[in-house]
């Protein structure tokens, strides 16, 4: 069965960095796009990123956020910087390009306080 597991995230000071890591499996992970979506506290589901399956085409609503993926691992990987208090969510990785996606990770908060 398809899983996608978040990791990576955690407390982290205003301005400060976090990678985010989705492991993928029961799935051709190098067949699908992949995105990451957020979602804040009382707030609905915001689309972040997102990668073709392969070469390096990406789509980015946040341009301090850098997705990437190793095909080789079944990886994807959500790199943000100069994070601010507005960044503060739950971030899924999923599988596809349009919400709602059909298959998602249970998700990894992301907080950003001083």
């Known amino acids: 069965q398809v899983q996608l597991v978040e990791s990576g995230g955690g407390l982290v000071q205003p301005g400060g960095s976090l990678r985010l890591s989705c492991a993928a499996s029961?799935?051709?992970?190098?067949?699908?796009?992949m995105s990451w979506v957020r979602q804040a506290p009382g707030k609905g589901l915001e689309w972040v990123s997102g990668?073709?399956?392969?070469?390096s085409d990406t789509d980015s609503v946040k341009g301090r956020f850098t997705i990437s993926r190793d095909n080789a691992k079944n990886t994807l990987y959500l790199q943000m910087n100069s994070l601010t208090p507005e960044d503060t969510a739950l971030y899924y990785c999923?599988?596809?390009?349009?919400?709602?996606?059909?298959?998602w990770g249970q998700g990894t908060l992301v907080t950003v306080s001083s």
């Open positions: 990668i073709y399956s392969v070469g």
């Open positions: 999923a599988r596809g390009r349009t919400l709602p996606m059909e298959y």
């Open positions: 029961g799935f051709t992970f190098s067949n699908y796009y």
